[in-house]
């Protein structure tokens, strides 16, 4: 994503839950981008800039998006569940379940625009698939990011001591070499 002036700077390694906020406002943005995609006619060639920006969200979500899933998944909500006991496993379940249903529609998503770039058209049931799946993943990472930013962050601030937060840096470091 490009540097914005005047823009809050990331977090670092030393602030893992800024470092997933972060996360997601880059999720956000590249998730814009493939909405607003395909919300283009898919009987056309996309040109060198739509096939540029796609080509940068799809391969963000290989990453990013993988990796946000994994520090979550292996670092962050265990130690939620160990501290909290069973009353976060809920919350956390659902969100698991959820990095499972986007990772189902990223893969459409992907294949669908694949398609898209290499043939130079959809067919119209393909574009109405891609049209609703990247919907659905817009109202599924609205919904999950909401859960996170509003009752799981907070939570994990609130109960996670530092020696804890350090240990998630270090493993989210770890996870980028």
Known sequence: MAIQIGAKPDSGFSDPIGMLKDCHR????FLSILCLVAALPGDRSLNEEERSAVKAALQYFHTGGERH????EESLFPRLC?????????????LERDHAQAAELHE????LY???????????EEHRRLVSHTANLKQLYKDHIEIEESIVFPRAAEILDSQTIAAIGSEF???RR
């Open 108 to 111: 459409s998503v992907d294949w």
């Open 82 to 94: 160990s501290v909290s006991g069973k009353s976060g496993l809920q919350v956390i379940e659902r």
């Open 173 to 175: 470091n770890a996870r």
């Open 26 to 29: 880059r999720i956000e943005h």
């Open 69 to 72: 899933a994994a520090d979550e």
């Open 114 to 124: 694949t398609a898209w770039i290499s043939d130079g058209v959809l067919e119209p």
